[in-house]
């Protein structure tokens, strides 16, 4: 059964970190634990798990917010924990990699990507439709006629992989390793799952609920100094 706060359930105001861990585990009609709640300030006000947290949950890819306050790195490929978003460089080499094994329309390569990569990275349409127009513009790749035409690479196209082979075949494999962190997303929404179980909770025990996860934080963030 999936599990839901409402509007009528006030406190602990969620920020986006919180939302988007939120509707990994499940989701969440309105505010939850914090204040206007239960007499409780609950895990801080229009935050998620300490000061500052009303950030992304963490870039694994680039610049950003951690778990928690400050600007550090996450946990996961992409901006947004359990991501799987990679850089346009890489749509296109994969894309190339995988017409090099034979022919696909859009939606194939999509899946194929996915497949290919253990789910840790789908590309959105929006990446690779564009990317297939310039490959066509660029003449690597050929759109047989049709709205659902089959995309397949030219000669000029079959050059350039074997000359870019290996970076080519790193696209898909760095997105493979960069999310291999499925158990660290595993945890995080039993952490979350937890967290639920506080909206009915005295504030003595939201206080001392805070006061463990600011400490897990610090830890993390131990742990990613070393």
Same mark, same amino acid.
């Given at each position: 059964?999936?599990?839901?706060?409402?509007?009528?359930?006030?406190?602990?105001?969620?920020?986006?970190?919180?939302?988007?861990?939120?509707?990994?585990?499940? =989701?969440?009609? %309105?505010? !939850? @634990? #914090? $204040? /206007?709640?239960?007499? &409780?300030? +609950?895990?801080?006000?229009?935050? *998620?798990?300490?000061?500052?947290?009303?950030?992304?949950?963490?870039?694994?890819?680039?610049?950003?917010?951690?778990?928690? =306050?400050?600007? %550090?790195? !996450? @946990? #996961? $490929? /992409?901006?947004?924990? &359990?991501? +799987?978003?990679?850089?346009?460089? *890489?749509?296109?080499?994969?894309?190339?990699?995988?017409?090099?094994?034979?022919?696909?329309?859009?939606?194939?390569?999509?899946?194929?990507?996915?497949?290919?990569?253990?789910?840790?990275?789908?590309?959105?349409? +929006?990446?690779?439709?564009?990317?297939?127009?310039?490959?066509?513009?660029?003449?690597?790749?050929?759109?047989?006629?049709?709205?659902?035409?089959?995309?397949?690479?030219?000669?000029?196209?079959?050059?350039?992989?074997?000359?870019?082979?290996?970076?080519?075949?790193?696209?898909?494999?760095?997105?493979?390793?960069?999310?291999?962190?499925?158990?660290?997303?595993?945890?995080?929404?039993?952490?979350?799952?937890?967290?639920?179980?506080?909206?009915?909770?005295?504030?003595?025990?939201?206080?001392?609920?805070?006061?463990?996860?600011?400490?897990?934080?610090?830890?993390?963030?131990?742990?990613?100094?070393?």
């Amino acid at each position: 059964m999936r599990s839901h706060f409402n509007a009528a359930q006030q406190g602990f105001i969620p920020g986006k970190a919180f939302r988007r861990m939120a509707a990994m585990a499940g =989701g969440f009609d %309105g505010p !939850g @634990f #914090g $204040p /206007g709640g239960h007499g &409780g300030p +609950g895990f801080g006000p229009g935050r *998620d798990f300490g000061p500052g947290a009303d950030r992304d949950f963490g870039p694994g890819a680039g610049p950003g917010r951690g778990f928690g =306050g400050g600007r %550090g790195r !996450g @946990f #996961g $490929p /992409g901006r947004d924990f &359990g991501g +799987g978003r990679a850089r346009r460089g *890489d749509v296109r080499s994969a894309i190339l990699g995988l017409l090099a094994e034979g022919p696909s329309n859009g939606y194939g390569l999509i899946k194929a990507i996915a497949e290919k990569t253990d789910g840790a990275w789908k590309p959105s349409p +929006g990446s690779v439709y564009p990317t297939l127009a310039q490959l066509v513009d660029e003449g690597l790749v050929a759109k047989e006629d049709g709205p659902r035409g089959a995309y397949s690479l030219t000669d000029e196209g079959t050059a350039h992989v074997t000359e870019n082979r290996e970076s080519i075949d790193a696209a898909l494999d760095n997105a493979r390793e960069g999310g291999s962190g499925s158990e660290l997303r595993d945890a995080a929404r039993k952490l979350l799952g937890s967290l639920q179980q506080f909206r009915g909770a005295s504030p003595e025990q939201q206080s001392r609920a805070k006061e463990k996860v600011d400490q897990l934080r610090r830890e993390l963030y131990g742990i990613l100094a070393e």
